[in-house]
């Protein structure tokens, strides 16, 4: 059984920082994709970052020069280490896989197989 688990989230000042892990089961995700999104409250879930199978990143305008996405493939985890943090940070934080490892549409949730619970950040101004 495939399982994806976030961790790392809680509460923290603005300007601080949170590093969120994920760690990936049930198969070897060392050749997929794996990306980071959040949800708001009634908002969409929007990207936040990706990275490739082959390490290439990239990350929405917003958290650019703040958050950085890292992987370790020995162990199955991808990170996402946010520095300067600010309330509208405030969300639900997903990590996704997509089997496609690389390409277009890393950005759109639709692109993902698969998902975690999410881990809450939340973020005090």
């Known amino acids: 059984q495939v399982q994806l688990v976030e961790s790392g989230g809680g509460l923290v000042q603005a300007g601080g920082s949170l590093r969120l892990s994920c760690a990936a089961s049930?198969?070897?995700?060392?050749?997929?994709?794996m990306g980071w999104f959040r949800q708001a409250p009634g908002k969409e879930r929007d990207f936040v970052s990706a990275?490739?199978?082959?390490?290439?990143?990239y990350y929405a305008d917003s958290v650019k020069g703040r958050f950085t996405i890292s992987r370790d493939n020995a162990k199955n985890t991808v990170y996402l280490q946010m520095n300067s943090l600010k309330p509208e940070d405030t969300a639900v934080y997903y990590c996704?896989?997509?089997?496609?490892?690389?390409?277009?549409?890393?950005?759109?949730?639709?692109?993902?197989?698969?998902w975690g619970q999410g881990t809450q950040v939340t973020v005090s101004s």
């Open positions: 996704a896989a997509d089997l496609l490892g690389d390409g277009m549409g890393l950005a759109f949730p639709s692109r993902y197989e698969y």
């Open positions: 049930g198969r070897t995700f060392s050749r997929d994709a």
């Open positions: 990275i490739s199978w082959r390490g290439s990143t």
